[in-house]
């Protein structure tokens, strides 16, 4: 190949990929010879991290807690050369990571326990169930090796229910009339020069055209219910079967789908979002296997925290540790308790933060009739009852069975079904979601488990909220003395196993470079 011809094919190959990004050059490539046919050898994904402490450390750490945020603090330091010793109450890892499969139990403050009675290969993510992929939890699993798989969060498929309702309807047949009926009110009042003194001639053009979009409104810009609405019967050979009329403009706001069709509006929610393949718990093993199986303690229950002029001593259930400095990630309703002398100022902050009641249940059938007769594969049914929530399973389809969540509470209804015994509240959770699946939600049930994480031990809550943020929250983002505090309660990222990452960052990195500055 001569070198005319050679800088023909780089300025074409430069040219197409100015016009059609790197997709069209990596096809023109192909055409011309210069791309391989198929991948060589197999993809190995990146393994560097985007956070990393610089330079080494020489110093003794010890860690409360060893859940998220206590694991992840471990897991840096020891990477800069720290040595770290964990400090767990619990009989397991993980903290509010936690999923159960069959023969786990699950032991409540008052003493009841349940057995996971699940099939093989059947599992229930009692804590955090998703991952936006945004979010460092992304970071960290492709770091340490963990799979990911999508979370379906918005299923159109899936059901609302409102006590408003007559009857449960498919979101997108909620979605259409909802998005219909103010497509239809906005035209209309633009069309009748409501909005003159607001828009020009040319926005209201442009608005009318978005809007008829928007809800699928006809030439009168009347909504009388599309296609969107979905189908009894779907096209095929024949033309299907639509679903009915729409019910009235009345009927659709009374029945109060807002809440249900925006909860994957916020940034947060909006899909894709992810998830571990085979469990959440798949980040805590990964975690404990890079921080070291023998750097963590459990059934040590912290009964004691002191500042010393030189480091911290921690007394705990099974002896005593002294260290050069602490990291305490456990809640901070139980921290402010701990005798400490760490001050007044300090326990008080620690009170501030007041524990959130949540629930879950994991109800588990021996046929997947969600797929089979529902033709729902993942995402989730928004309710008004007291159930909020049923999630249903973004992994294993068509697989001999499933697990469905058949309630996600807070606050209220959580301390509502945490009240109860298991027993009652699968009897209230079945009664409840019988509304919308009918009798098979109660006769196919095989198993069930559910939890009150504020009846959990070493835990007591599913999360926090502040009443304000600040005073309190500003000073326990410093630390006192050698104690640093980490912890999704520490962010803006509450209840996201994403803060307690966060949070463990932002503590190691100041631990870090106090270190760095004191033996320099």
């Not at 074409?12 to 991948?39: I, K, R, S, T, W």
């Not at 993510?125 to 918005?154: H, K, S």
């Not at 007559?166 to 209309?188: C, I, N, S, W």
């Not at 326990?347 to 959130?356: I, K, S």
Request: overall charge positive.
């Amino acid at each position: 190949m001569s070198d005319s011809t050679a800088m023909t094919r780089r300025a074409l190959l430069l040219g197409v990929g100015a016009a059609g990004g790197a997709g069209a050059m990596f096809a023109a490539m192909g055409a011309l010879g210069l791309a391989p046919d198929a991948q060589e050898k197999a993809f190995v994904p990146p393994q560097p991290s985007d956070f990393a402490l610089r330079g080494r450390g020489a110093a003794k750490v010890v860690v409360l807690g060893a859940g998220v945020a206590g694991l992840t603090c471990a897991y840096e330091l020891g990477k800069a050369g720290y040595d770290c010793t964990v400090l767990e109450a619990a009989d397991r890892v993980g903290g509010r990571n936690l999923t159960l499969r069959a023969g786990d139990r699950l032991t409540e403050k008052d003493g009841e326990t349940q057995t996971a009675e699940f099939g093989e290969g059947t599992y229930f993510n009692a804590g955090p169930g998703r991952i936006a992929q945004w979010m460092v939890t992304m970071d960290y699993c492709r770091e340490l090796g963990v799979p990911i798989e999508t979370f379906v969060n918005n299923n159109a498929s899936a059901y609302v229910y409102t006590r408003g309702m007559t009857a449960p309807a498919r979101a997108r047949t909620a979605r259409a009339d909802l998005y219909g009926y103010v497509a239809e009110l906005l035209a209309k009042a633009t069309d009748a020069g409501a909005l003159n003194r607001r828009l020009t001639k040319d926005d209201r053009e442009r608005l009318a055209e978005f809007l008829r979009r928007f809800g699928d409104i006809g030439p009168d810009l009347t909504y009388r219910g599309s296609t969107r609405r979905g189908f009894e019967t779907y096209p095929g050979v024949t033309g299907g079967v639509p679903v009915g009329a729409p019910p009235s403009l009345s009927d659709v706001l009374a029945a109060g789908t807002g809440r249900a069709l925006t909860m994957d509006f916020g940034y947060e929610q909006a899909m894709p979002m992810f998830q571990p393949v085979g469990g959440m718990d798949a980040i805590v093993t990964a975690l404990v296997r890079a921080v070291g199986r023998d750097r963590i303690k459990t059934g040590a229950r912290v009964t004691g925290l002191k500042n010393l002029p030189d480091g911290v001593e921690v007394a705990y259930q099974g002896g005593t540790i002294r260290a050069d400095y602490c990291v305490a990630t456990l809640p901070p309703h139980l921290l402010a308790r701990l005798p400490h002398n760490l001050g007044a100022p300090i326990t008080a902050a620690l009170r501030t933060p007041v524990p959130v009641a949540a629930g879950k249940i994991g109800l588990e059938y021996g046929r997947r009739w969600w797929e089979i007769d529902d033709r729902i594969y993942g995402g989730i049914t928004e309710t008004d009852l007291d159930i909020t929530h049923i999630w249903y399973p973004s992994h294993g389809y068509h697989s001999g069975s499933g697990l469905v969540v058949g309630y996600y509470n807070t606050e209220e209804n959580a301390h509502l079904y945490g009240e109860l015994s298991h027993r009652d509240r699968r009897s209230r959770a079945l009664t409840q979601g019988k509304k919308i699946h009918g009798e098979k939600y109660r006769t196919e049930l095989r198993s069930s488990v559910s939890i009150a994480w504020q009846r959990q031990p070493h835990i007591e809550g599913g999360w926090v909220y502040w009443p304000s943020h600040q005073g309190a929250f500003t000073l326990l983002q410093r630390p006192a003395g050698r104690v640093y505090f980490a912890g999704d309660w520490l962010t803006h990222l509450i209840a996201w196993q994403a803060g307690a990452m966060e949070s463990a960052r932002k503590a190691v990195t100041e631990l870090h470079r106090r270190v760095l500055q004191t033996s320099s």
